[in-house]
Every structure is written in structure tokens, then in C-alpha cells.
């Protein structure tokens, strides 16, 4: 089970939880400054339990991937996950140190793509998923990925427990990625208000915005959420919906602004109803799931 790399929520702490419970925690560069993701990964080190790995997400539309790139060279990490863009430069620089590139693709011909280009497995991210979306559904792309490729497919969107791991192997998925489930974990850092807007999620709580500009995200309805979407229907110019959006997520994740900050949630949020340790999380689906695949309830 690997733990999503989500912008300014998937830090050293959150990730050395996962890792120590027997997941891959992962450590999210996104646009943080060389010098604080550097501290990032010798916090992990420090963190983890004897022979636990970590992982790195790099954004490559981000404007520090260079750095987090050399900085995953310089420390060696076990593991990165990239999206976001082609990985082509990322696999050059990594792969001969012995780094797992794993890649988070949204369609059959990125996973094709990547495979030629030597990644090591894909993640195949469906729409449920929180923060930055594909156009298809997990149900659809999973096993259509799981064909194309002869590559490990990991799942991801819309899995929060053991029934969502139980189907995910039914479509031919070898592992998992998880993001929400984790933003409602008692090691993870976020404000609690962005944890308990989570748990009081319903069905229909989400809402996709940024289509207009080509980069849709999943977030929990709130007011900014309706300001985007009226921008959007406004025809508002680009640059007036980008600046909407300008330090939202932080707004959400630090100050905990469950109004105007941007709540970014997969629509699995609808099946958290608690908060806990990340090892109980872990254990709890892996347990339900096993017993699922072995034909219980």
C-alpha cells in the first residue's frame, strides 16, 4: 500500500507513519524550496524504523522539480513517484542509482509510453481521486491499464477500505495508493478542521473545478469551490481563476480555512467516518480486504 503524494499534507511525518505500519509513505516535493525538502528527508531518515523505505512524489509541472530531482539523486531515495508530466528525464537520472521511478498516469497511452521509457511500475489514478484528476474512472482505466502493460499497476481513486483493495485486484491492480483515507490519520499534520471536513463528508461533497483550464482538481464543496465554478461559467479570463486558487491549499492545510481554503479530497471521503493511527488504518483494510478476496463478507 502506498501512500499518496499530496501537496503540503504528505510530509516526513505522515510518511514515516505509513512506512513504519508496513506501507510506503511518501514524501510530497511539490513546489517546497530545496532547503526544506532537504529537511524533509532527514527527518524521515531519522523517523523510520530500522530496514522501512520511504518514498518521493515530484510534480514535474512544478517549478522546483529540477531540485527535488537532484535532491532524490543526492540522498538516493528508494522510491519516486512523478506526475504531472513526462517522467523521461526523472527515469535517466534515477534509474542507474537504483531508484523505483513509478509514474501516475491517467490514460493507456501514458502508461504505454512510460513503460518504453523504463518506468519501474504505474499508478493508474482514476477520477475519484482527491487534488488533480484524469477524465476516466477508476473502474475503466484500472483494468485497461492492467492489459496494455507488463509493468505492476498500482490503483488508485476512490479505495478508503478493504472492499475498494478486494476490487482493485479483481480488475488486475498488483498494488495501491491511497490519499484521503491518510489525510484522517492521527500522524498526519493537517489542520483538524481539514480532517473533520473529511469525516462529515457525504456522498456528492466534492466538486471539480479548473476544467476550463485544462488541470480539473477534486476538492470538498465550499465557498471557494462555488467561486471557481462561477469564474468558469462567467467565461472569467485564466488568469483571474489561477489567481483564486493562489495559496489556497495551504490556507486549508495550516490555517485550517474550511471556506475558502482548498480542501482537496477524492470522493472516498464519503467512506472515512474516523480518524486514526496509521498502523490501525492499514491493519483494518488488509484485514476486510483479505477476508473479502477469500469469499467472506
Known amino acids: 500500500m502506498i501512500q499518496g503524494g499530496m501537496a503540503w499534507v504528505a510530509n516526513a ?171 484522517c490519520c492521527k500522524e498526519c499534520t493537517v489542520h483538524d478542521n481539514y480532517k473533520n471536513a473529511v469525516v462529515s463528508a457525504r456522498d456528492r461533497s466534492t466538486a471539480v473545478t479548473g476544467q476550463s483550464l485544462g488541470h480539473p482538481v477534486r476538492c470538498l464543496r465550499n465557498k471557494l469551490t462555488d467561486e471557481f465554478e462561477k469564474l468558469e461559467k462567467n467565461n472569467a479570463p485564466a488568469s483571474e481563476i489561477e489567481a483564486l486558487g493562489t495559496g489556497k491549499l495551504r490556507a486549508a492545510v495550516v490555517d485550517g480555512d474550511t471556506e475558502w481554503g482548498s480542501l482537496m479530497s477524492g470522493q472516498s471521503a464519503a467512506m472515512i467516518n474516523d480518524i486514526l493511527p496509521a498502523k490501525e488504518i492499514i491493519t483494518k483494510i488488509f484485514n476486510e480486504a483479505e477476508k473479502l478476496l477469500k469469499g467472506g463478507e
Do not use: W
Open 13 to 183: 511525518e505522515l510518511a514515516s507513519a505509513v512506512s513504519n505500519a508496513g506501507g510506503l509513505g511518501i514524501i510530497a516535493a511539490a513546489a517546497m524550496p530545496k532547503n526544506l525538502l532537504e529537511q524533509e528527508i532527514k527527518k524521515i531518515r531519522d523517523l523510520l524504523e530500522p530496514g522501512k523505505k520511504f518514498g518521493l512524489n515530484i510534480m514535474l509541472m512544478s517549478p522546483t522539480a529540477d531540485d527535488a530531482l537532484e535532491i532524490a539523486a543526492e540522498y538516493k531515495v528508494p522510491v519516486v513517484t512523478t506526475g504531472a508530466g513526462s517522467p523521461g528525464k526523472v527515469l535517466e537520472r534515477l534509474k542507474p542509482l537504483g531508484t523505483a521511478v513509478i509514474p501516475v498516469i491517467a490514460s493507456v497511452a501514458q502508461a504505454k509510453r512510460v513503460e518504453k521509457q523504463g518506468a519501474d511500475a504505474v499508478v493508474a489514478e482514476g477520477m475519484e481521486a482527491g487534488g488533480h484528476i484524469g477524465e476516466l474512472t477508476t473502474m475503466v482505466l484500472t483494468p485497461q491499464i492492467a492489459r496494455a502493460v507488463n509493468i505492476p499497476v498500482i490503483c488508485a481513486g476512490g479505495i478508503a477500505d478493504g472492499h475498494g483493495i478486494a476490487a482493485a485486484v479483481m480488475l488486475g491492480a498488483e498494488g495501491f495508493q491511497l490519499g484521503t483515507r491518510f489525510i
